[in-house]
């Protein structure tokens, strides 16, 4: 047990970690993540416009309707115009640009060229990753997406998003052999791309494009991936071509809330600028990998400041890993803009859901699933508070990963990491009579002889479990 940080924790103050167990309220922000400027082939309307690097797009963007983020991802070689100086200069622009609670700027990278295997969004990497000589802080080799997602796992906090995928993309990710690797990378695929050389500057130009069967696929396959929707503008358009936008779910409008709020999935496709959709399961919000002992108890909800109706609302449920995708599970009645339905899973099995929403003029979302392994752990005793358990950083590479907790009452503990099927793997607390408060633990891969794949830390309370995902990269 790491003493000092137990010590750190009690001096905090057992009021400021009562309010970390309060869930978190989450607002909702609207941008885009796929864009490009001068330093590589973006703001190809420059002689016209005037606007040529990522400083002055996010000034555009920010001034664009319904829009609080833009993230820029430059292509990363020089074929389309990388040089590995501007690299660094657009992360201090980006960095310029971002006014806490009013607009956040991101900067990264699109890895990958089309014809050897696809383009993938990279951000949370301050170094530019690459294969040309002299163009790149880290060699990455060209069309090797493994070895990408290896470099993106060693960085908390990171993450890819998958852009217009294609059939066979990504080293067949979609329906070759399920890999750990990026399953702790990639975090979205798109339901929508484009229009990315569209001019129009007055919110007319809706992409038509459809990526949604990739989702489908990955899901099936076994993959954690959320959906997004792309703009991926190759002109000053930022924000005001199409209406539709990436919106997350974050606490406050700050890099960091966004950038974890993106790591956690927590974020929905929608053709829509402006609607709002909470998608709970067991209380917990869209993204969300859980475990438990009780039903599923699934809530969908959308509002629209335009008052606009809803044709359709569709809950939909598949099976991680079996290879058929989703099916409806549960439908509302015509033109609700709500639905309740709980799903009395049998024990011990998994199950994704996530929900489309058809509004009355025909525009799409699509939220990012919630993941639910109903297990026979026993439920807590009525009343009783759990501990929330947390797990940093994660993905955890080649070191060790603090395990901590506040216990709201004495309790006996038993600490344990599971594999992938459940079984216990390795234990740090067995029946311990813990007293009320923090505490951690710190585990090393290496010493637990825990090889890269996905994990479940389970914390047992008084015969109550509460459970959180570990990913160890390779």
Request: hydrophobic share 40%; with cysteine; net charge negative.
């Amino acid at each position: 047990m790491l003493k000092p940080f137990t010590l750190l924790l009690a001096l905090c103050g057992w009021a400021a970690l009562a309010r970390a167990q309060t869930p978190a309220t989450y607002n909702f922000y609207y941008g885009n993540l796929h864009a490009h400027s001068s330093y590589s082939d973006g703001n190809q309307d420059e002689a016209r416009t005037g606007y040529a690097t990522p400083l002055q797009n996010y000034s555009f963007a920010d001034a664009s309707l319904h829009f609080d983020f833009l993230g820029i991802s430059e292509h990363n070689h020089s074929q389309a115009g990388m040089r590995l100086a501007n690299y660094a200069r657009g992360l201090r622009q980006a960095d310029s640009a971002t006014v806490d609670g009013s607009f956040v700027a991101l900067y990264g990278m699109e890895w990958g060229v089309i014809s050897g295997g696809g383009h993938v969004l990279v951000y949370g990497v301050d170094q530019l990753l690459g294969w040309e000589a002299g163009n790149f802080d880290v060699f990455v080799p060209r069309s090797n997406y493994q070895a990408l997602f290896k470099e993106i796992n060693r960085r908390p906090g990171a993450f890819a998003m998958l852009a217009h995928p294609q059939t066979g993309d990504y080293g067949n990710l979609a329906s070759g052999t399920f890999s750990p690797t990026a399953d702790s990378a990639v975090v979205s695929t798109v339901l929508r791309s484009g229009p990315a050389t569209s001019t129009n500057i007055t919110y007319s130009n809706p992409s038509t494009s459809s990526y949604e069967s990739t989702y489908q696929r990955l899901l099936a396959r076994g993959y954690h991936v959320g959906i997004s929707l792309d703009h991926d503008n190759h002109n000053t358009t930022f924000g005001r071509t199409t209406p539709g936008r990436l919106v997350v779910l974050a606490p406050s409008l700050t890099k960091a809330s966004l950038m974890q709020a993106l790591r956690a999935r927590r974020f929905y496709a929608s053709d829509d600028w402006n609607a709002q959709v909470n998608f709970m399961l067991n209380d917990e919000p869209m993204g969300s990998i859980l475990q438990g002992g009780t039903n599923a108890a699934i809530s969908v909800s959308v509002a629209d400041t335009d008052n606009e109706g809803v044709r359709s609302l569709t809950l939909m449920r598949g099976v991680p890993g079996n290879g058929v995708n989703a099916v409806v599970l549960a439908t509302a009645p015509a033109g609700a803009a709500a639905l309740t339905f709980t799903d009395t899973n049998v024990l011990n099995s998994s199950y994704y859901y996530y929900a489309i929403i058809v509004q009355a003029d025909g525009n799409r979302i699509v939220t990012s699933p919630i993941w639910y392994n109903r297990t026979s752990a026993l439920s807590s005793a009525a009343g009783q508070e759990l501990a929330r358990l947390e797990v940093f950083p994660n993905p955890v590479s080649g070191g060790s990963a603090t395990l901590s907790y506040a216990l709201p009452a004495s309790a006996s503990v038993t600490l344990e990491v599971l594999d992938a099927l459940g079984r216990p793997v390795h234990t740090l607390a067995r029946a311990e009579r813990q007293a009320a408060g923090p505490h951690a633990y710190e585990l090393s891969t290496a010493q637990s002889q825990l090889a890269a794949g996905l994990y479940t830390i389970r914390l047992t309370q008084d015969g109550a479990a509460t459970y959180r995902k570990l990913v160890v990269a390779e």
